[in-house]
């Protein structure tokens, strides 16, 4: 089982998670950094297009890659508006 991080960073999409699935075997983890937090997310690859969705400190549940990718995007759109409140402020 292989692991590897990826930022939610500025130039990252959630959609960027499906060509990891496609070329991930079976139980391999990818790790995703949450903006604004110390916490991060692992999404455990399982087959026919589910993950786990593992948060540190937190408990999993497996649901479908779907659902994954729109989880990030709300988490992106978070911190994106977080962002801009902040700029706002000055």
């Given at each position: 089982m292989t692991s590897s991080?990826?930022?939610?960073?500025?130039?990252?999409?959630?959609?960027d998670v499906r060509p990891w699935y496609d070329?991930?075997?079976?139980g391999e983890i990818?790790?995703?950094a949450l903006p604004s937090r110390s916490a991060a997310v692992r999404l455990i690859r399982r087959p026919n297009d589910?993950?786990?969705?593992?948060?540190?400190?937190?408990?999993g549940m497996t649901m479908t890659l779907?659902?994954?990718?729109?989880?990030?995007?709300i988490l992106r759109d978070t911190k994106m508006t977080s962002r801009f409140?902040?700029?706002?402020a000055d």
């Open positions: 991080a990826v930022p939610l960073a500025e130039g990252f999409q959630p959609q070329r991930a075997k079976l990818i790790t995703i589910y993950v786990r969705w593992r948060p540190e400190g937190g408990r779907e659902e994954a990718i729109l989880r990030l995007d409140k902040s700029e706002g």
